[in-house]
Nanobody, 118 residues
Framework: QVELAEYGGGLVQAGDSLRLSCAFT????????MGWFRQAPGKERELVAF???????YEEDSVKGRFTLSRDNARNTVYLQMNSLKPEDTAIYYC????????????WGQGTQVTVSS
């Protein structure tokens, strides 16, 4: 059973940076695509970025150039470096894992709050 735990959320000002971490346990980390999602108040959860087992990345347009995703397979950890944060980035951020053979994210962390003040 995969377990995910996010770290690194907090309250920052616009223009600041934060790095979120997600620790993965329970299965072979390198067999999973890792994603970051976020859910703002009153909005649906949306994909922010994902990283494949081979470390190819995708970032959603609104964060491209500001957010960078990376993974450390030796530490079973994925990171989301968030720079130039904006108030509209305020949300609960969730880490998720998807088996490379399957189409859906089946494992989710508990979420970490990111609040960006203007």
């Amino acid at each position: 059973q995969v377990e995910l735990a996010e770290y690194g959320g907090g309250l920052v000002q616009a223009g600041d940076s934060l790095r979120l971490s997600c620790a993965f346990t329970g299965r072979t980390f390198s067999s999973y695509v890792m994603g970051w999602f976020r859910q703002a108040p009153g909005k649906e959860r949306e994909l922010v970025a994902f990283i494949t087992a081979g470390s190819s990345t995708y970032e959603e347009d609104s964060v491209k150039g500001r957010f960078t995703l990376s993974r450390d397979n030796a530490r079973n950890t994925v990171y989301l470096q968030m720079n130039s944060l904006k108030p509209e980035d305020t949300a609960i951020y969730y880490c998720a894992a998807r088996d490379i053979r399957l189409p859906t994210y089946d494992y989710w962390g508990q979420g970490t709050q990111v609040t960006v003040s203007s």
